[in-house]
């Protein structure tokens, strides 16, 4: 994706992308500092809050994060229980406010902080939106310029929603502000067109940077195809309730 000029607002009250559970000390943001410039290219600058020094602003170029690590115990215990994992401890890393287009950029930054304090740690990353587990072997090494949407969503497929039908969903645009979104094929059709069709959609999506209108279409030009929206419902796959738009095509 390419650099914007326009910087986002960093806020600590952005719902979390990863929580990162870990044993022993945090790595100090020095050694985030080094790992990503070796990794990226920097400069990285680390900004930590007046009077609370795990809580920390992470800055490279127009992107931004938000850190805390470690959260406090008080509040994690019963999400550390829920995750099922035997790490001590846990931070978190949540993006920056930025307008629904600048989305990719800011999300793949904040899974690019999110990447070094996993392997710093030896840890856990838990990605929150599509409910996956990252060890620190599992991370996409890709440049700084290459997105790709299906590195930030799932697709799954879930053949008893609909009688002679599966259904296939997508778990993670609303990382960007999106809804999520979904196609119902017969039975017996190969899984693997629906994820196509999904992360194909997903990706021109971001590109348009807003979740399109019942009745409109949009082209997905590397399967030649024309895509329509058409459905909106919510509905709870992952436990919460979320927006789904239907697509045909």
């Known amino acids: 994706m390419r650099i914007r000029k326009k910087t986002p607002k960093p806020s600590a009250k952005r719902p979390p992308l990863y929580f990162v559970g870990y044993r022993g000390a945090a790595p100090a943001t020095e050694e985030l500092k080094l790992w990503y410039e070796r990794e990226y290219g920097g400069p990285l600058s680390v900004r930590h809050e007046e009077g609370s020094p795990e809580s920390w602003q992470a800055t490279h ?4 994060a938000h850190v805390v ?3 406090p115990m008080t509040h994690v215990a019963d999400v550390m229980k829920q995750l099922a994992w035997e790490h001590e401890r846990m931070g978190a890393v949540a993006p920056s406010l930025a307008a629904p287009r600048d989305m990719p950029d800011t999300v793949l930054f904040a899974a690019r902080v999110a ?3 996993t392997l710093l740690t030896q840890g856990t990353a838990y990605d929150v939106t599509t409910q996956a587990y990252v060890n620190p072997s599992d991370w996409k090494d890709r440049p700084m310029t290459a997105f790709m949407a299906d590195d930030h969503m ?5 053949d008893s929603a609909r009688p002679d039908h599966v259904w296939s969903y997508s778990l993670g645009l609303t990382k960007f502000g999106l809804d999520e979104i979904e196609v119902f094929q017969r039975k017996g059709l190969p899984e693997s067109t629906a994820k196509e069709l999904l992360v194909e959609s997903a990706t021109e999506l971001l590109r348009m940077g807003q979740s399109p209108k019942v009745g409109s279409a949009f082209h997905l030009p590397l399967l030649g195809r024309t895509v329509r929206v058409v459905n909106y419902r919510t509905a709870a796959p992952a436990g919460r309730m979320l927006g789904f738009r239907e697509l045909q095509g």
């Open 61 to 64: 170029g127009p992107w931004s």
């Open 69 to 71: 690590m470690p959260l």
């Open 115 to 117: 990447r070094g304090l």
């Open 154 to 158: 799932t697709v799954t497929h879930d």
